[in-house]
T-cell receptor
Framework: AQSVTQLDSQVPVFEEAPVELRCNYSSSVSVYLFWYVQYPNQGLQLLLKYLSGSTLVKGINGFEAEFNKSQTSFHLRKPSVHISDTAEYFCAVSDLRETSGSRLTFGEGTQLTVNP | EAGVTQSPTHLIKTRGQQATLRCSPISGHTSVYWYQQALGLGLQFLLWYDEGEERNRGNFPPRFSGRQFPNYSSELNVNALELEDSALYLC??????????????FGEGSWLTVV
């Protein structure tokens, strides 16, 4: 079984400041890693994913994340945030077992609030 | 290309009634997933269907059930509704049943309120 821990439930920042949303996971098998964003009253949108290869993954809207296998982390970063980045961000994993397909296990979410 | 579509957008039911939620996956996707997003409980996996079969099930009671039709659309049924079933129900789809890695695309969700 896997679990995902998002270390901060709320992150307030000022516009144009950098931000890091932290995510740690645990799993007995190899996993793929994802970050999704949920704007108010909407579904989830994929920001980026790590399957293999380079540990630094670039996604949409200027976000990037770095996979650190030794620390089992997949932190999300953006060098300069905008008001429009205010949303809930979810870290998720899927494992490589055939019985799971692409099923995702989610963290509890981090509410990013960007203030002017 | 149309994304994952869900209906209804909002549904209000009385405790003890049954609710049916519907989902149409992205064209070409054969896997459909259902998640429950209840206040304070995060996103919980409910069910996974692929090629018409239930492949996996989350830790939910049997009154949560569903099916997938030959055109890969799906419905989620919740029987004997309880107040704590009030939540946003998200449907998602992906290509095939390949092991992990396939991107899951989510719909906008169906809000179920039980009164």
């Amino acid at each position: 079984a896997q679990s995902v821990t998002q270390l901060d439930s709320q992150v307030p920042v000022f516009e144009e400041a950098p931000v890091e949303l932290r995510c740690n996971y645990s799993s007995s098998v190899s996993v793929y890693l994802f970050w999704y964003v949920q704007y108010p009253n909407q579904g989830l949108q994929l920001l980026l994913k790590y399957l293999s290869g380079s540990t630094l993954v670039k996604g949409i809207n200027g976000f990037e994340a770095e996979f650190n296998k030794s620390q089992t982390s997949f932190h999300l970063r953006k060098p300069s945030v905008h008001i429009s980045d205010t949303a809930e961000y979810f870290c998720a994993v899927s494992d490589l077992r055939e019985t799971s397909g692409s099923r995702l296990t989610f963290g509890e979410g981090t509410q990013l609030t960007v203030n002017p | 290309e149309a994304g994952v579509t869900q209906s209804p957008t909002h549904l209000i039911k009385t405790r003890g009634q049954q609710a049916t939620l519907r989902c149409s996956p992205i064209s070409g996707h054969t896997s459909v997933y259902w998640y429950q997003q209840a206040l304070g409980l995060g996103l919980q996996f409910l069910l996974w269907y692929d090629e018409g079969e239930e492949r996996n099930r989350g830790n939910f009671p049997p009154r949560f059930s569903g099916r997938q039709f030959p055109n890969y659309s799906s419905e989620l049924n919740v029987n004997a509704l309880e107040l704590e079933d009030s939540a946003l129900y998200l449907c998602a789809s992906s290509l095939g049943a390949a092991v992990g890695g396939n991107t899951i695309y989510f719909g906008e969700g169906s809000w179920l309120t039980v009164v």
